[in-house]
């Protein structure tokens, strides 16, 4: 034992040693800050390369969120005057602060930190770094230099539970949600609005997995679902393995987050998905022009491109395809009425009035489920 | 070719050159692994170091880092000394953030000299209590401490999730699960204008009290001594039981703190995020330290700086995240497949006729 201590104790003051003496090139250090501030004193030269930096929360091959916002990233880089880099699998808190200092240390001028849980750390390190420009996904706090933004999805979930309505056979529509949080839930209620507005007869059942991405639960949490006779699935989470559930059992399934049907090509009837390019390199623009604003909250809709649906399944008859195209075309025209009243809560009692439309505040902060939803918020 | 000879006499500095060469072994193939990438090996290693010890802020990241892991890991290696397996620094440590938020929103209006005592002394007693369960199911009912410590690890997270996505919920937070910010009070800050926080020097003084302890009391040598047996330490008239009720206790409790330190000082609130496997990793510290405080937070601190610089060279060389669970896996696996050198060694084998 006492060897074990002299020897990391020699190897410890080794380690010091050659820290200190890298250490003492502070130069070096500067340089990687330096660039940063001429940024704010130049920041209308026109040949001036723009860095972006992308922080996620998983592998970016998980054909789902963070692959997603990696489509986006790629968008951004196709441009002649930009160079990006991200980070993966970063865990939200102590860990993600470090990252989003550290890219903003190395200059780089804008950062999309794109989960919910490095929203603090966002704001935190933005403080520190006013120079440099924030974007982080899914949140609902702005500082100076830091924008929140999202995207419509409901709207995606909304036509995607019009297909589910029309396609089911038992009136049973199945949702392995993740978190039961704002997001999630509106995501289920527009789903249950638009299944509804097709089949008034339908009814979604909902299972909480709390994961956002553990194949085997989901997948497990699926086929209770379709156990308990629902013939179409839908997901909040970035695994395929629901819709491999599905099509296994040989009913339907509805996939998010992007393309899903290479998955279970004979389940799956279309899928919400993001679509970050557009806003990305409108961001990047911004930032080159110096018109880019912090402060803002940012709820991009279909209309601006962020958010649609997957193309249809062949399984889907033309009649469907035309009724869901006739009201994507609406929501891409800018008409969004998916929550104007008269909408229900569960206990059948009247929650948005006749005549009004939910607000983006109630919105964001929905934890109640509509008439047709079983299944509870907790 | 060779013969695997006991080694009759300690093997002199063989340690450090075990070490070192396990190093240099994973790092080659590291090397061979970004060459495979297309990378530039040397500029990848460069960029490696850079990340972990090159620089200030590198220093800065991996002591933030080190200190849960070294509070857990320390809590982890006392119950391992006396060979009671507690897996459970993962629950404890929820436990104990659950204590510190307990406190910090009751009183947010308490001055820090009291609120801060308060929120560790309730981080220790929630941790302990929570490994004094399976330590009462070993001693009275012989269920085997393995299982119910790391059961109970998926309960505490439940009940951790319950409370910010129920009663501890922030109405300000758009549903969102997340206790409301602690008051000033009960953040514990950093120490002069860095990012390393007063947390270290509680690490300190934790280390040097619990090996105090360990060589100065009587309760210290008597559980040095039960770590031979339960069988060896009823012979010598300690009170066995006793013993595994307090280390589990004081084992929980220590994670209990790292949990409170990591909630007040870097989160400044209780939610999910949280729980990032401090509890698991610290396991790994303790046997790659061999349960010596010394060496555990030295074990800590080179794993936190191995993670923080594997980032950068992510950001650098945009090579995937798996990457850096690799280069640990491999460390960890050669350093420790390496001790088997030291009760070992290699002959070359000779012909028969001598």
Known sequence: MKKMLKLFVAFAAMALLLSLVACGEAPQEKKAEEPAVEKAEAPKEESKNIKAGFVYVSPVGDAGYSYAHDLGRKAVDALDYTTTAFVESVPEGADSERVIRNMARKGFDIIFTTSFGYMDPTIKVAKEFPEVDFMHCSGFKKAENVNNYFGRIYQSRYLTGMVSGAMTKTNKLGYVAAFPIPEVIRGINAFALGAREVNPDAEIRVVWTKTWYDPALEKDAAKSLLDAGCDVIAQHQDSPAPQEAAQEAGAYSVGYNSDMSSFAPKAHLTSAIWNWGPMYVKMIEQVKNGTWKGDQSMWWSMQDGVVDIAPMGPMVPEDVKAKVNARKAELKSGKDTIFAGPIKNQKGEVVIAEGTTAPDGDLLGMTWFVEGVVGTTE | ?354
């Open chain 2, 1 to 354: 070719m060779f013969k695997i000879i006991k080694r009759e006499e300690p093997w002199k500095w063989g340690a450090l050159v075990i070490l070192l060469g396990a190093l240099l072994f994973s790092l080659a193939v590291s090397a061979l692994l970004l060459v495979g990438q297309g990378k530039d090996v040397f500029e990848g290693l460069n960029i490696l170091w850079q990340g972990s010890f090159g620089h200030l802020w590198a220093l800065e990241g991996a002591l933030l880092k080190a200190i849960p892991l070294f509070l857990c890991s320390l809590g982890v290696a006392v119950a391992f000394r006396m060979q009671i397996w507690n897996i459970g620094a993962e629950g404890q440590f929820a436990l104990g953030a659950i204590g510190a938020t307990w406190m910090a929103l009751s009183f947010p209006d308490l001055p820090a000299v009291i609120l801060m005592p308060l929120m560790f002394i309730m981080a220790f007693i929630l941790g302990g209590t929570w490994a004094l369960i399976p330590a009462i199911l070993k001693l009275k009912l012989r269920v085997n401490e393995i299982i119910s410590t790391l059961m109970l690890n998926y309960i505490a997270i439940l009940l951790l999730d319950y409370l910010v996505f129920g009663v501890w919920k922030d109405p300000t937070s758009f549903g969102f699960p997340m206790t409301s910010e602690f008051s000033s009070n009960a953040i514990i800050h950093g120490i002069g204008g860095s990012k390393v926080h007063w947390g270290l020097l509680f690490c300190f003084v934790v280390g040097v009290g619990l090996w105090a302890f360990m060589r100065f009391t009587r309760l210290g040598y008597e559980l040095q001594a039960s770590g031979e047996g339960a069988r060896v330490a009823k012979y010598a008239k300690i009170r066995y039981g006793m013993l595994v009720m307090f280390v589990m206790c004081l084992s929980g409790g220590f994670a209990g703190w790292a949990g409170c330190v990591e909630t007040s000082a870097v989160l400044n609130r209780l939610q999910p995020s949280l729980m990032v496997g401090y509890g698991y990793t610290a396991i790994v510290v303790a046997w790659l330290a061999r349960l010596e405080p010394l060496n555990i937070a030295f074990a800590s601190f080179l794993l936190a700086a191995l993670r923080v610089g594997v980032e950068n060279l992510q950001l650098e060389l945009q090579i995937p995240a798996a990457y850096g669970s690799i280069l640990e896996g491999l460390i960890l696996l050669s350093v420790l497949a390496g001790q088997f050198f030291l009760t070992y060694k290699l002959e070359p084998k000779r012909s028969q006729v001598k």
